[in-house]
């Protein structure tokens, strides 16, 4: 039965309602079968498959798993089990009657943003990517952001390798999937996983990593940094630079440059979000509201898209 789950009941508040596991959906083993691996996930592999003839995503937990991972996997399931919006990941339920455990969710075919942005750049394919496609991937996440914003939900890790599409074809969907960040420190364990962990500082600002200060506003910074990988076409954040460095250009007024072809109007709305006063950033209705300007303005959606090289498929962070 869930045995271990049972004892250290963790509580999960949303929306001023207290959830715990008995609150999941359990999906009857039997109706789940995995296909193939689409990669390490944070725990375990994370499978395509069927929820009978539904194409999903499984995440699962090593049978191997200490306490803390089995809690921080039901945690994970608890966050995701309560959003209810188009551009978040619809959760679909668990399988948590015994080991391995699964978490279940919507299958996003077209993977996550940032491989799509680096495939889909002109030189690497017949890509009929457009500014306006980009403005409107940006807007997707822009409102997955605004309904976290509203329920004062803070994600810690927005950045493109955190958003899939719904496909590679044509007008794809952004959903924001994971929330793995948002569910270690909701657990406060990133003191237990020593102060080592990584922290995606190319995507905070200087009260995050300076203060350990978050609010919504971290995440409008961080979306400042999402939009710039979007329209740099899947570029690393501060290329050639390490964590250490790119925390002293920042606090001391640096930023990044704006992306090659990148229109003034969704610069300025990059330049905004990294605002070094938290209070004067825009919230998420604001740039949600920006960004629609930017999709009117015939300047903006006619300039051309960078001609960029196929860099190979995975750079290496230069931080250590
Ligand atoms: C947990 C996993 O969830 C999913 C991945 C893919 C998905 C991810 C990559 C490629 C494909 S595909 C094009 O082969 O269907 C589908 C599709 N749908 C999901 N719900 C995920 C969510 C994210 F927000 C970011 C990365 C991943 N993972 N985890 C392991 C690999 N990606």
Redesign the pocket.
């Known amino acids: 039965n869930g045995g271990m789950f049972t004892d250290y009941n963790p509580n999960y508040e949303f929306g001023g309602s207290t959830y715990t596991v008995k609150d999941l959906n359990e999906i009857p083993r039997e109706n789940l079968t995995l296909v193939k691996a689409?990669?390490?996930?944070a725990f375990g592999e994370?499978y395509?498959g069927f929820l009978g003839d539904i194409p999903v995503?499984v995440?699962t937990l090593p049978e191997l798993s200490s306490n803390q991972a089995e809690m921080d996997f039901l945690m994970e399931a608890l966050i995701m089990s309560k959003f209810d919006h188009p551009n978040i990941?619809h959760f679909m339920g668990v399988c948590f009657d015994k080991m391995p455990r699964f978490i279940v969710?919507?299958?996003?075919?077209?993977?996550?943003l940032k491989t799509f942005l680096r495939e889909a750049r002109p030189k690497c394919s017949k890509s009929n990517l457009t500014m306006k496609k980009l403005l409107a991937m940006a807007m997707d996440v822009g409102k997955g952001c605004q309904y976290l914003e509203e329920h004062h939900f803070i994600h810690r890790d927005l950045a493109a390798?955190?958003?899939?599409l719904t496909t590679?074809e044509g007008d794809p969907d952004v959903k924001i999937?994971?929330f793995g960040m948002a569910r270690d420190i909701y657990r406060a364990d990133y003191y237990r996983k020593g102060g080592k962990t990584i922290l995606p500082v190319k995507w905070m600002p200087p009260e995050a990593f300076l203060d350990g200060i978050f609010t919504s506003k971290t995440d409008v910074w961080s979306f400042g940094v999402l939009l710039w990988e979007v329209l740099s076409l899947g570029y690393m954040p501060y290329p050639g630079r390490g964590n250490q460095e790119v925390m002293q250009l920042v606090t001391s007024g640096g930023r990044l440059e704006p992306p090659a072809m990148c229109p003034n109007p969704v610069y300025h709305i990059m330049m905004q979000c990294w605002h070094p006063i938290p209070e004067e950033r825009p919230n998420f209705s604001t740039i949600i509201e920006r960004l629609g300007y930017c999709m009117q303005d015939p300047d903006v959606i006619n300039s051309p898209l960078p001609e960029l090289s196929c860099s190979p498929s995975v750079e290496r962070d230069v931080t250590v």
């Open positions: 689409l990669g390490q996930g994370v395509r995503a995440k990941v969710l919507e299958l996003l075919p077209g993977g996550d390798r955190n958003c899939l590679k999937a994971d």
